[in-house]
């Protein structure tokens, strides 16, 4: 698909504008990057299944806490609540882990965990509303988030067969893919809107194919499924460098209909990516499908790490790029199980090591696996990239 008048935007520019989520502003000045750790990776030696367990636990212990209607994850280890997104995200993590292996507890746990934010949300994502008296309206929630709600939920609804979550995922994907969907710049979805900081990114992109794929798997509807592969090959052809593997962030109008491209690869981009591909290859069998993911699964390893460790994509606590990495984790591990492809497990497997043997006395490790994370304040979604990456050492069966 073609791009009308592109102007590729290096992605080496002093201000770098990130496709952000959770309505903060997407332009910042360029941060500056911690030290980097000097020598070989430290990595754990040895792991079993049971440290991934035990990563999952500490992770609990340290986050998890009842609210009304269920349970919801700390925003940090003080106390308070995860914002939109990284609570979805967070759900996942607990969702994989019932994946991966059938324990009855943690499916009980999606089951308070979703409750506990449909309570605090609701069940029409759209709109966001203050917490403090009134409950006032703040405006559109971004369609990122909308997304990754979705999947969470539709997950749920397979994990449980709660028509409740079913239901939810639908009417928020209809109603987001209704004010989203536009031809400009040759397809795809709205950050926002046309009007409102008007980009279309792979963050609210990718993650659109994988919401879809799993409502025309819950439904049975190959409606969805035709929407998937439209916007799929939109991505393939905007955001997505089939020579290299690498996933754009994002496209954004200078002057209209003149379109920039802003090239810079995040881990949980290439993720999603990886995991829109998986799905479409799953539901349809078309391996063209899993040839773009490896390619995307390739540019990471070899691209944004470091020594071989994923990079840490943003360098202060407390960011939407704090659990990146996990996202990354949790699409390309299933991607790898999925396909039988055992060649990225040493990958993985020294990832998870890497993430284990920085761990504090608490079991916590922070978004940065290359240094020792300390024990004063940290967050719940910096915290929760690692807990995906260890799951690797869990069981392969699903």
């Known amino acids: 698909m073609v791009v009308p008048a592109v102007v590729l935007a290096l992605s080496t520019a002093v201000l770098l504008t990130v496709s952000a989520c959770g309505?903060?502003?997407a332009t910042r000045a360029a941060v500056t990057p911690p030290p980097v750790a000097t020598g070989p990776p430290v990595v754990a030696r040895g792991l079993t299944a049971n440290d991934a367990r035990a990563s999952l636990k500490s992770f609990e212990r340290a986050f998890l806490a009842a609210a009304p209607g269920g349970r919801f994850y700390?925003?940090?280890?003080?106390?308070?609540?995860?914002?939109?997104?990284?609570?979805?995200?967070?759900i996942e993590t607990v969702e994989d882990y019932y994946g991966y292996t059938g324990n009855a507890v943690y499916k009980a746990e999606v089951v308070a965990l979703t409750n506990g934010f449909t309570a605090r949300y609701g069940t029409d994502w759209m709109k966001k509303y203050s917490f403090k008296t009134g409950h006032r309206y703040l405006g559109l929630r971004a369609n990122d988030d909308v997304m990754w709600m979705i999947i969470a939920s539709a997950r749920a609804y397979e994990i449980t067969g709660d028509v409740r979550y079913r239901a939810m995922a639908k009417t928020n994907f209809d109603r987001a893919w209704a004010r989203a969907w536009s031809t400009d710049m040759g397809g795809g979805l709205w950050w926002r809107s046309a009007h409102d900081r008007p980009q279309k990114n792979a963050t609210t992109n990718a993650p659109a194919v994988i919401a879809a794929c799993e409502l025309s798997k819950a439904l049975g509807d190959k409606a969805y499924l035709t929407k998937?592969?439209?916007l799929y090959a939109w991505i393939r052809g905007a955001l997505f460098n089939a020579r290299t593997g690498q996933v754009y962030d994002h496209l954004s109008w200078t002057t209209a209909p003149s379109v920039k491209v802003y090239p810079t690869p995040y881990t949980y981009n290439q993720g999603t990516f990886i995991g829109a591909a998986d799905r479409l290859g799953q539901l349809t069998g078309a391996q063209s499908y899993a040839r773009d993911a490896r390619r995307a699964l390739a540019y990471t390893r070899t691209h944004l790490t470091r020594r071989g460790i994923l990079q840490s994509d943003g360098g202060l606590a407390n960011q939407d790029t704090g659990g990146f990495k996990g996202i990354f984790a949790r699409w390309a591990v299933r991607f790898t199980r999925d396909q039988h492809i055992v060649a990225f497990?040493?990958?993985?497997?020294?990832?998870?090591g890497a993430a284990w043997a920085r761990r504090n006395a608490r079991g916590l490790t922070g978004q940065d696996w290359t240094v020792p994370t300390g024990s004063g304040l940290l967050y719940s979604w910096d915290c929760s990239a690692a807990v995906a990456m260890l799951?690797?050492?869990?069981?392969?069966g699903r």
């Open 391 to 396: 799951e690797t050492l869990l069981p392969k």
């Open 74 to 90: 700390r925003l940090d280890t003080s106390g308070g609540y995860a914002d939109f997104w990284k609570e979805a995200e967070m």
């Open 23 to 25: 309505g903060q502003s």
């Open 345 to 352: 497990d040493p990958w993985f497997r020294r990832n998870a």
């Open 228 to 230: 998937a592969e439209r």
